[in-house]
């Protein structure tokens, strides 16, 4: 507590990659921390939590007073498979889902946010929303394989397979050394 809030939440970002159940309990007090900055960073050390634990820990985030906060803990709830929360908690997840949604279209004229859009349609199941971000990602950049690569996928798997063939092959005419493409 004697350091800085912005080298302890580095401490933490580093150690989100050794995340493990023991470490996610042991750093759970820094969820409740006075500095915003060790707040957000502190949730995704949770994810080496049990899923029930980790939703649990998270929750009251959600209705954090800060922003960075509260997106940091909504865009855990995205990989948690939760079927219905408490009102109160789904009308914060839902804010706090809004505040991240109005942050990444402050930026949307940056490929990487238009690709992280993209990964918010796939994990909320809304195909068109997540093709219609990597489609952007790959106009703002052509150069963004994983863009491309998942169109073709959404479309395959949606059963397009000549709007696949036609993405794939606008694809490589973009990057005709891709060994990925």
């Known amino acids: ?56 820990r998270l929750i009251e985030l959600l209705g954090d007073p800060v922003k960075t906060v509260r997106i940091a803990a909504a865009r855990e ?3 948690l498979p939760i079927a219905r929360l408490p009102d109160r908690y789904a009308r914060d997840l839902n804010a706090a889902m809004g505040d991240w949604q109005r942050s990444l279209v402050a930026k949307a004229d940056f490929p990487e946010a238009q690709i992280v859009m993209g990964g918010i349609g796939l994990t909320t199941r809304r195909m068109d929303v997540a093709l219609r971000a990597f489609r952007e990602a790959v106009t703002l950049d052509p150069q963004l394989e994983q863009a491309w690569v998942m169109q073709v996928r959404i479309h395959a798997a949606l ?12 694809a490589m005419d973009a990057n005709p050394e891709s060994i990925e493409l």
């Not at 042991?26 to 960073?41: F, G, Y």
């Open 1 to 56: 507590t004697e350091m800085p809030g912005i080298v302890r939440a580095t401490a933490l970002e580093m150690l989100n990659r050794e995340a493990t159940p023991a470490l996610a309990t042991r750093l759970e007090p820094l969820l409740q921390d006075t500095d915003p900055m060790v707040r957000a960073a502190a949730v995704s050390v949770q994810r080496g939590a049990p899923n029930i634990e980790r939703s649990q």
């Open 77 to 79: 709830f995205l990989s």
């Open 159 to 170: 059963g397009d397979v000549e709007t696949a063939r036609s993405v794939a092959d606008e």
